[in-house]
């Protein structure tokens, strides 16, 4: 009976950092494949970020390599996202999603995602 439930946003400036939280309760992290997910007003939800639930292997959007940072610990069942300089353009709501897949070859970011949180909401603005 999974859960899966983030947290961690809020109102930062150009060049700030945030670190978001995503929590699975129910079942042990290490046998989901998590992503991170965004979607702007007006926009299409975007891949973010995503860690496999094999290896750990990761893969980032373009937009955010190198800024942002995706993390296990499984002691906690919790999935970080660090998200360093944030831009204006990371704005967006933020949705970690759950895949019990095991991945092998192509992107965890393809993955057809059936377990989402309700979201936490990033603001970036000066």
């Known amino acids: 009976q999974l859960q899966v439930v983030e947290s961690g946003g809020g109102l930062v400036q150009p060049g700030g950092s945030l670190r978001l939280s995503c929590v699975l309760s129910?079942?042990?992290?290490?046998?989901?494949?998590i992503g991170w997910f965004r979607q702007a007003p007006g926009k299409e939800r975007e891949g973010v970020s995503c860690?496999?639930?094999?290896?750990?292997?990761?893969n980032y959007a373009n937009s955010v390599k190198g800024r942002f940072t995706i993390s296990r610990e499984n002691a906690r069942n919790t999935v970080y996202l660090q998200m360093n300089n944030l831009k204006t353009e990371d704005t967006a709501v933020y949705y970690c999603?759950?895949?019990?897949?095991?991945?092998?070859?192509?992107?965890?970011?393809?993955?057809?995602?059936?377990?989402w949180g309700q979201g936490t909401q990033v603001t970036v603005s000066s």
């Open positions: 999603a759950a895949h019990p897949a095991v991945v092998v070859g192509g992107s965890c970011l393809d993955l057809s995602y059936a377990i």
């Open positions: 129910g079942p042990t992290l290490d046998g989901y494949t």
């Open positions: 860690i496999t639930r094999s290896d750990g292997s990761t």
